[in-house]
């Protein structure tokens, strides 16, 4: 049994935060994205890029600033092969715990080597005055409209892929991991949910 609320983000709820982005819908075409978080990591981010380039989808990766520092490679290769980069703070900090201004130091670190204006909170929490210095720095803020709990070691891979069948609608933006703790279950899943989008008709694309 699954129940919505803890895998689909409700309209009302998405309408209530103003200045995030849940889903993002193209005209005249039917649309999903796949994000990962958390990376790049050598033990996953490799094999998510050859599932990808496999299916010819293209997806989005809110990195870590410090794993892309020590990773370049995978930074490079996820840049090379037509995916986006987002900025998921340097060190996945708590922005709730933390100054405005250490938070925004922060982001800009990771900005030195990520270069990008797609932003995407860790824990998906910050304080209202860190959205509001986010927004005003040029910063577009991501959420997610479906949740896959891929880090979660209960959550099997056949778990997961049903969460996407679910939940999933045009322009809907899907959450995984490329971090070891959801490794086995997130990859396992990834090319059964990629196929079961593209049969849908959907066309996956970067933020
Ligand atoms: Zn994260």
Do not use: C
């Given at each position: 049994?699954?129940?919505?609320?803890?895998?689909?983000?409700?309209?009302?709820?998405?309408?209530?935060?103003?200045?995030?982005?849940?889903?993002?819908?193209?005209?005249?075409?039917?649309?999903?994205?796949?994000?990962?978080?958390?990376?790049?990591?050598p033990e996953v981010t490799p094999t998510v890029l050859d599932i990808l380039k496999q299916y010819g989808a293209?997806a989005?990766?809110?990195?870590?600033?410090?794993?892309?520092?020590?990773?370049?490679?995978l930074?490079?290769r996820i840049?090379?092969e037509?995916h986006?980069?987002?900025?998921?703070?340097?060190?996945?900090?708590?922005?709730?715990?933390?100054?405005?201004?250490?938070?925004?130091?922060?982001?800009?670190?990771?900005?030195?080597?990520?270069?990008?204006?797609?932003?995407?909170?860790?824990?998906?929490?910050?304080?209202?005055?860190?959205?509001?210095?986010?927004?005003?720095?040029?910063?577009?803020?991501?959420?997610?409209?479906?949740?896959?709990?891929?880090?979660?070691?209960?959550?099997?891979?056949?778990?997961?892929?049903?969460?996407?069948?679910?939940?999933?609608?045009?322009?809907?933006?899907?959450?995984?991991?490329d971090?070891?703790?959801?490794?086995?279950?997130?990859l396992?899943?990834l090319p059964?949910?990629i196929?079961?989008?593209?049969?849908?008709?959907?066309?996956?694309?970067?933020?």
């Amino acid at each position: 049994m699954l129940f919505p609320v803890f895998y689909q983000i409700p309209d009302f709820v998405q309408r209530l935060y103003r200045g995030i982005v849940w889903r993002k819908v193209v005209e005249n075409k039917k649309v999903a994205y796949l994000t990962f978080d958390d990376g790049p990591v050598p033990e996953v981010t490799p094999t998510v890029l050859d599932i990808l380039k496999q299916y010819g989808a293209k997806a989005t990766f809110f990195m870590v600033g410090e794993n892309a520092v020590k990773h370049p490679d995978l930074l490079e290769r996820i840049r090379q092969e037509g995916h986006a980069v987002g900025n998921h703070t340097y060190n996945h900090i708590k922005g709730w715990q933390l100054t405005t201004a250490q938070y925004m130091k922060n982001i800009r670190k990771a900005d030195e080597v990520l270069h990008t204006t797609l932003f995407r909170p860790p824990y998906g929490r910050m304080k209202h005055s860190e959205k509001k210095a986010l927004l005003q720095s040029g910063y577009s803020i991501y959420y997610w409209d479906v949740l896959t709990h891929d880090y979660n070691k209960q959550y099997s891979s056949e778990k997961i892929v049903a969460i996407v069948k679910r939940f999933t609608r045009n322009g809907s933006i899907i959450t995984f991991h490329d971090s070891i703790k959801s490794k086995d279950s997130m990859l396992k899943a990834l090319p059964q949910v990629i196929q079961f989008l593209q049969q849908e008709g959907y066309e996956l694309i970067t933020l």
